[in-house]
Every structure is written in structure tokens, then in C-alpha cells.
């Protein structure tokens, strides 16, 4: 059972959600209220130091970066410093794992780690029939996604589909 209080919006704030609802993003206030609220949790937005500028979730430091920004930066990484380049980013990513104690060994698991990785603006991440992952809106190259999924999965995969709007991978058993 969830608990009742009493909270007052400032007026540009409630402004903003009511144009939200009004859009048809959230039916209602406690709808907008219950999201914001689960991501403060997942992104552990309480310990960000707003003031200064430094946001970081448990080892990795957010910020936002246009995403043809990220693509072409991504260029820059010579072939044979893309396995460190991933590994970086895998690094950052199974501390989150352990933190929602999910481990890729446990397949009831593995859609909550494509959420997880959704949840960080990696893409869209869904599994299909088990062995299946496409995602959509692939933030990086269909490549580093493959080797970033196979380094957190611990599996190996084999490109289905490979386009700029999504990437289709089999898990191979």
C-alpha cells in the first residue's frame, strides 16, 4: 500500500505536467508523479550534485550528448581500442546489474537487464521469443551494441539486422 502526502508545485512545474497529461503522456498528476519518482530511484538521482554540474549513476557520470554527436565520436575509436571502448562501457554497466542483484546467468533475468539498458538511453531494448533482442533506436553502432550485449549477457550473438532504426541479434546457445 503506497503512502498519502501532500505536496505543493510550484506553478511552472505543475504548468509543465499539465501540459504532460494534456498531451496524453500521463492520464493523471499521481501517474507523472509515480514515473519521475522510479526513475529518481533507478538513476539514484539523489545522489547527484545538481549544483555543480556532476551527475552520476554508481560508477558512470551522465550527461547529455547529441546523439550524432555520440555516433561520430564513436568513428574516432580505432578498430583495436573498440574492445577496451566496450569493456569501459560494460564496467560501468554490471555495477548496476549487482546493484538490482540481476545476473545474465538467470534467464527470468534477462528482460530486466534489456530494461535496465533501455532505461539508460542505450535504445530500446526487447526480447523476443527468448533468444531473439532487437533493439530500436540503437544510440551506438549495431556493432558495439552486439559486443556491449555479448560482454553483459555473457553469451555470443549473431547479427540478424543491422540498420540505423534497429538491430536484430540471435543469442546463440
Known amino acids: 500500500m503506497g503512502k498519502l502526502t501532500t505536496v505543493e508545485l510550484d506553478d511552472d512545474i505543475m504548468e509543465y505536467i499539465n501540459l504532460s497529461i494534456k498531451k496524453g503522456k500521463f492520464r493523471h498528476l499521481k501517474e507523472f508523479v509515480n514515473y519521475c519518482l522510479k526513475l529518481a530511484t533507478i538513476y539514484t538521482i539523489d545522489e547527484w550534485d545538481v549544483d555543480k554540474g556532476m551527475f552520476y549513476i554508481h560508477p558512470c557520470r551522465v550527461t547529455l550528448i547529441p546523439s550524432d554527436a555520440l555516433s561520430s565520436l564513436m568513428k574516432y575509436i580505432p578498430e583495436k581500442s573498440r574492445s577496451e571502448a566496450i569493456e569501459a562501457m560494460s564496467s560501468c554497466l554490471k555495477p548496476r546489474l549487482r546493484?538490482?542483484?540481476?545476473?545474465?546467468?538467470?534467464?527470468?533475468?534477462?528482460?530486466?537487464?534489456?530494461?535496465?539498458?533501455?532505461?539508460?538511453?542505450?535504445?530500446?531494448?526487447?526480447?523476443?521469443?527468448?533468444?531473439?533482442?532487437?533493439?530500436?533506436?540503437?544510440?551506438?553502432?549495431?556493432?558495439?551494441?552486439?559486443?556491449?550485449?555479448?560482454?553483459?549477457?555473457?553469451?555470443?550473438?549473431?547479427?540478424?539486422?543491422?540498420?540505423?532504426?534497429?538491430?536484430?541479434?540471435?543469442?546463440?546457445?
Open 99 to 173: 546493484f538490482f542483484r540481476l545476473s545474465p546467468r538467470n534467464p527470468e533475468h534477462i528482460p530486466k537487464i534489456l530494461e535496465l539498458l533501455t532505461l539508460h538511453g542505450l535504445g530500446r531494448f526487447t526480447l523476443h521469443d527468448n533468444e531473439t533482442i532487437e533493439v530500436s533506436y540503437p544510440v551506438l553502432p549495431g556493432e558495439i551494441v552486439k559486443e556491449l550485449l555479448e560482454s553483459l549477457l555473457e553469451v555470443k550473438m549473431e547479427v540478424l539486422e543491422a540498420t540505423k532504426a534497429a538491430c536484430i541479434f540471435k543469442i546463440l546457445k
